[in-house]
């Protein structure tokens, strides 16, 4: 056992390494040559893969721990990026109170989905995520 633990330590250095120098060592053009006005699309792209990477630790911890295969997490990661948006838009509000209150909202709209959706198991729990999921893409293209 504590060789496994031992591998385990090693192996979470090694990526907080790598995910520290990443920026780095994957920067794709020098700063100093032609191309490197193509490297501004480069901290969107890293923030994407962090933005799913969270989103797939999501689904991992409800699938991989407790069996419930869940169509409704892209629902909660659009109501998040949703309700920033229009904070940012309508609120003018700076980026971290509305990144707070736009987690406060996912929450509550996923307590909400959770208390109708998790009294049911198995095929009817997948399929009650996918209608929410259905629903809040719909609203989401809407008029709104």
């Given at each position: 056992m504590l060789g496994t633990k031992a591998k385990d330590t090693t192996l979470l250095i090694v990526v907080a390494l790598m995910t520290m120098l990443a920026p780095f060592l994957l920067n794709p053009f020098p700063a100093g040559s032609e191309l490197a006005q193509f490297n501004a699309g480069y901290p969107d792209l890293m923030q994407r893969?962090?933005?799913?990477?969270?989103?797939?630790?999501?689904?991992?911890?409800?699938?991989?721990?407790?069996?419930?295969?869940?169509?409704?997490?892209?629902?909660?990661?659009?109501?998040?990026?949703?309700?920033?948006?229009?904070?940012?838009?309508?609120?003018?509000?700076?980026?971290?109170?509305?990144?707070?209150?736009?987690?406060?909202?996912a929450g509550l709209f996923?307590?909400?989905?959770?208390?109708?959706?998790?009294?049911?198991?198995?095929?009817?729990?997948?399929?009650l995520t996918l209608a929410f999921a259905q629903m809040s893409f719909n609203l989401a293209y809407s008029v709104l």
């Open positions: 893969f962090v933005i799913f990477g969270i989103f797939a630790i999501g689904f991992n911890i409800l699938f991989g721990l407790t069996g419930y295969l869940s169509f409704g997490h892209a629902a909660f990661l659009g109501v998040g990026s949703y309700s920033a948006v229009w904070m940012f838009k309508l609120l003018s509000m700076n980026v971290i109170p509305a990144i707070i209150l736009s987690v406060i909202v996923s307590l909400v989905i959770g208390f109708v959706s998790l009294r049911r198991s198995g095929i009817y729990f997948s399929i």
